[in-house]
């Protein structure tokens, strides 16, 4: 059974950083696509940052390029968002998803795998 388990969110000013690890487990192997999605109250679920294998990132969302980092440690079968300079407007739950084939790394209905989603709180 293929399992994403989500860790590292939590609440901190605007500016602040915050780093997300995605651990998965009960897949033989790494998945080509993986990605951060996040959603906030009353809206759609959107994607942050997606990325090809460990090495080729395919997307940032425009409000988050430059201030966010995706990455993959194939090893540790882990997906990393690091998050810097925080603002208020980044503030959902954020949740990392998983697929072999993604023809649009954009869109959650491409995506098989779901994590259960972390919390993110950024304050003004």
């Known amino acids: 059974q293929v399992q994403l388990v989500e860790s590292g969110g939590g609440s901190v000013q605007a500016g602040g950083s915050l780093r997300l690890s995605c651990a998965v487990s009960?897949?033989?192997?790494?998945?080509?696509?993986m990605g951060w999605f996040r959603q906030a109250p009353g809206k759609e679920r959107e994607a942050v940052a997606a990325i090809y294998r460990s090495s080729t990132t395919l997307y940032y969302r425009d409000s988050v390029r430059g201030r966010f980092t995706i990455s993959k440690d194939n090893n540790k079968n882990t997906l990393y968002l690091q998050m810097n300079g925080l603002k208020p407007e980044d503030s959902a739950i954020y949740y990392c998803?998983?697929?072999?084939?993604?023809?649009?790394?954009?869109?959650?209905?491409?995506?098989?795998?779901w994590g259960q989603g972390t919390q993110v709180t950024v304050s003004s």
């Open positions: 998803a998983a697929d072999p084939l993604v023809t649009d790394w954009t869109r959650p209905s491409h995506y098989k795998y």
């Open positions: 009960g897949y033989t192997s790494s998945f080509n696509y």
